[in-house]
């Protein structure tokens, strides 16, 4: 692969109409832009990320999450595309420079597809049609199309929501670049090739756009014809998955803090493994001028994810061959230097060990389960029963843009996981309810 090809400002959707405009802004800063204004995007605020949505203590929601990683991600990107240009001078006059801006926009985009209630949310999903009442649809489903419900995924479903021409919408979805598109698909390959991680990175009615996104910007196929298609990742997916990977681990520690789940010396430790005997030395004077603890794990934090970003960004530059022959392996933390990658992965297992089994985390799962396996029962009902009179009931409440009436089963199917998945957690347990007859509208 080659940088002049993989970073292109070509829109998706607009291929065949070409718009003179008197701005200053590029194309990939109209793509963040764009991004943040989207009523998609704002839905965000209102959708947990690990903790239950805040109390009286204020923690992560998908919003703030993204915006975080959305910063990150810019100094990796910035980071890394000054390093390119250092070693490459030849691409001055291409939009190298730019790629600080574009996984910038890529980082915002991540987790648009996911449902609420988390990552239990992606699971209840997948398990109602592998496990659930939903198994008794298998048999009126195309194999590639059963595979895409069973192993449903965020990060597939981002892509359709940028990608798919919703009914009344214009052609192109988000009519995004092609290069940001690439960027959020961290596994470009189709259900068929899932395998254990249950991971994928498009749908089937998505596929052909993939396809036509990957062999415009030169990403090399790894599939023979005949196969379910799988490509090489785009280069700046490692750093958006960087980039998120540095958030979530680093900000699940400081907002376990918060909740009291870690002490502030267990929290401290954590962090402090990520520098030098001198650097440390430093900190931890700085720290002795700031009397609010909560503000002395915020400067520890902030200090480890500047680290981390200067490990992954050099771990990116030493490896560019690898990645752009489609070689490299594993994501760039695996590559960062060896003291930071051990800092982490003691992050990565206090976070399993005490974060991620708290009650409190726990309970939010098994509520998302309850209430998005039921509203997919419902809708799904509904929608292969349209005639029925409680399945107009349930129509009715669903947007226009949302096609019930699509001819085959799949896609209707995927009308009611559109519905569904851009429920934030409130509006989804505020339906849950109203359907169960347990609340009813103020009169």
Known sequence: MNWKQLISNKRFGLESFHEIRKEDRTEFQRDY????????????????????????????????????????????????????????PELSDTHISEIGAIVSAACLAHDMGNPPFGHSGEKAIGAYFSEGRGLKLKGLMKPAEWEDLIHFEGNANAFRLLTHQFRGRRPGGFVMTYTTLASIV?????????????????????????????????????????EPIRYVRHPLVYLVEAADDICYQMMDIEDAHKLKILTTQETKDLYSRFFSEKRLEHIENICK????????????????IGVL?????????????????????????????????????????????????AKDVLDIELAGYQVITTLVDLFIEAVRYPDKAYSKLLINRMSKQYDVQAPSLYEKVLAVLDYISGMTDVYALDLYRKINGNSLPAV
């Open 33 to 88: 832009d764009r991004l943040i204004f989207s009523a998609p995007f704002r839905r965000l605020q209102n959708k947990t990320q690990v903790f239950p949505l805040p109390g009286s203590i204020f923690v992560h929601n998908r919003l703030t999450h993204s915006l975080e990683v959305s910063c990150v991600g810019r100094s990796l990107g910035s980071e890394v595309s000054t390093a390119l240009l250092k070693r490459h």
């Open 289 to 304: 001028m700031v009397t609010d603890t909560n503000e002395q794990i915020a400067y520890l934090r902030t200090s480890a």
């Open 186 to 226: 961290k596994y470009p390959f189709s259900a068929q090739l899932a395998g254990k991680k249950q991971k994928f990175g498009f749908f089937q009615t998505e596929e052909e756009d993939f396809r036509r996104i990957a062999d415009e910007l030169g990403m090399i196929r790894l599939s023979k014809n005949g």
């Open 309 to 357: 970003i200067r490990s992954c960004a050099k771990a990116f530059v030493e490896n560019e061959e690898a990645i752009l022959n489609g070689t490299f392996e594993g994501s760039l933390i695996k590559h960062m230097d060896q003291h930071v990658l051990d800092a982490y992965e003691n992050c990565s297992k206090t976070a399993f060990a005490k974060i991620y089994c």
